[in-house]
């Protein structure tokens, strides 16, 4: 037998006959011909600690590191134990930002600021605390058989290899800094430690603070929603434009768009099997020609039946409602501006984007109710996670997948406040909507800040549109809602 290695990183034995002869990668399908150089190297004898030499050649090409340095590294390494890149940087051989800096700079290696991404409280046990220290690494996002991990070193098959085996799933590895790693590790896989000695009694400790509602309360209401409260004035508005004469699908559809619940309702209706497109119909203006009018009148009427959102959530319907347009629009003329197809279904993800925020208002206005006003992205986030025992952007795609909105619409309403992590094939409207929700959280200012334009550079920076131009297209969107709100 011979052990072959497929550039996806993945590793598998197969008859040494099969030397000179196509090769099918089990793992990502690509079709080579079996070679020397397509040979793995030994799995490491049993007690040594899992090696990553081209890792440390890859250094040592880029003058990080000299020969010496790395053959004292390996020696460490085996008497030791420990990830290559760790003993370098504590034998003081290489520093954590030019590591960094080096791995950042490796093909098809996609860096996030870890630290700005909160991650789901019931994701870290997917991976064992012991796996993940033993790697240096943690997983950010599950979306199906795709595991999302932020590593240390993303470069290093041996860890995917063994997260893969662990889990079962197919691992995206991120980069991320090593002082962010460690820290999420400390936080999400805590050891155990035994209190110290003293000579005087210990002060005892606060009860920690409890969440106003249980987790699992929570999760079980919103897997029980069964449609979100529309506007009160969308209904009026929808009898009105039936009743007046010549009105058109079209017509129906931009009234229809301005409500992100009542868009939501009709959506998942259209991607139903029984109108032979599940899945796939992710424009609102679609869902609404494919469902008709009669049917859409009937999907409002119903909405006026789902309870308000409680008084005492403290919750702002009229600024989330504004917002969520904002953000459809924005995301539209983004779209445009950068040249992107699918302009109508950025506009459907803008809009869909924060419907989490609407369902936990909900299912929780207790808790809502607790939530201080104006707070940042990764504050807000911090805060439902302790609150709700869920984000919103978690809550919203729960909701999402339940009522079978496509992915198109499911992945940037799941990622737009960590477009990084979105499939390569979602990654532009992820980008999108990360910018376009940005944006909206400055709304309703007449012209976007520093900071505003600021937290839309990386996304804003993919799409190849410029501060300007997102600046042009805020203070034009602003002015619009600003004039419709006042009427």
């Not at 409680?310 to 779209?335: E, I, N, Q």
């Not at 990654?427 to 200012?445: E, G, K, N, S, T």
Request: with cysteine.
């Amino acid at each position: 037998m011979i052990r072959v290695a497929c550039r996806c990183g993945h590793k598998a034995n197969t008859p040494a006959a099969a030397m000179g002869k196509l090769y099918t990668c089990p793992k990502c399908g690509e079709r080579f011909m079996l070679t020397p150089e397509c040979l793995a190297q030994a799995p490491p004898e049993a007690g040594l600690p899992a090696r990553d030499p081209r890792v440390g050649q890859l250094l040592v090409q880029a003058e990080l590191i000299t020969e010496t340095q790395l053959a004292d590294a390996l020696t460490a390494q085996a008497e030791r134990g420990g990830k290559l890149f760790e003993v370098l940087i504590n034998l003081g051989f290489l520093s954590k930002a030019d590591l960094h800096t080096f791995l950042s700079g490796q093909p098809g290696v996609t860096a996030i600021e870890l630290r700005n991404y909160e991650i789901p409280y019931d994701l870290p046990p997917i991976i064992p605390a012991d796996l993940a220290r033993k790697h240096v690494l943690l997983p950010i996002d599950h979306m199906g058989k795709l595991l999302t991990v932020g590593m240390a070193c993303p470069l290093d098959a041996t860890a995917v290899a063994e997260v893969e085996r662990a889990t079962g799933l197919r691992v995206k590895a991120m980069l991320c800094s090593f002082d962010d790693i460690h820290a999420a590790l400390d936080r999400y896989y805590p050891l155990d430690k035994a209190p110290e000695p003293s000579e005087t009694p210990a002060e005892t400790p606060p009860a920690p603070k409890k969440r106003a509602v249980n987790v699992e309360d929570i999760l079980a209401r919103l897997d029980a929603l069964e449609a979100l409260p529309a506007l009160s004035s969308t209904l009026r508005h929808i009898k009105e434009g039936v009743a007046r004469p010549g009105h058109t699908i079209r017509d129906l559809a931009g009234i229809v768009c301005t409500d992100p619940a009542l868009s939501a309702a009709l959506l998942g209706l259209a991607n139903c099997a029984v109108y032979g497109m599940p899945g796939r119909i992710a424009s609102i203006n679609l869902a609404v020609t494919i469902l008709g009018s009669a049917t859409t009148v009937r999907v409002a009427e119903n909405s006026e039946t789902v309870p308000p959102v409680p008084v005492g959530s403290h919750f702002d319907v009229k600024m989330f409602w504004l917002r969520s347009v904002f953000a459809a629009a924005t995301s539209m003329a983004l779209a445009k501006a950068a040249n992107r197809e699918h302009v109508g279904e950025a506009y459907t993800a803008g809009l869909l984007h924060d419907l989490g925020r609407l369902a936990l208002a909900l299912v929780a206005p207790d808790a809502t109710g607790t939530m201080p006003p104006n707070q940042g992205i990764a504050e807000l986030l911090r805060l439902e996670q302790d609150s709700y025992g869920i984000t919103h952007p978690e809550a919203a795609y729960r909701l999402a997948q339940r009522w079978s909105l496509p992915g198109f619409i499911v992945t940037p309403i799941h990622c737009h406040h960590a477009p990084d992590t979105a499939p390569r094939n979602h990654r532009d409207i992820c980008m999108i909507v990360a910018a376009a929700a940005a944006l909206a959280d400055a709304f309703p200012a007449a012209a976007p800040d520093n900071a505003t334009l600021d937290a839309c550079t990386g996304p804003l920076t993919h799409l190849g549109v410029s501060r300007t131009v997102a600046a042009d297209i805020f203070e034009t969107t602003s002015q619009r809602l600003r004039r419709a709100a006042g009427k």
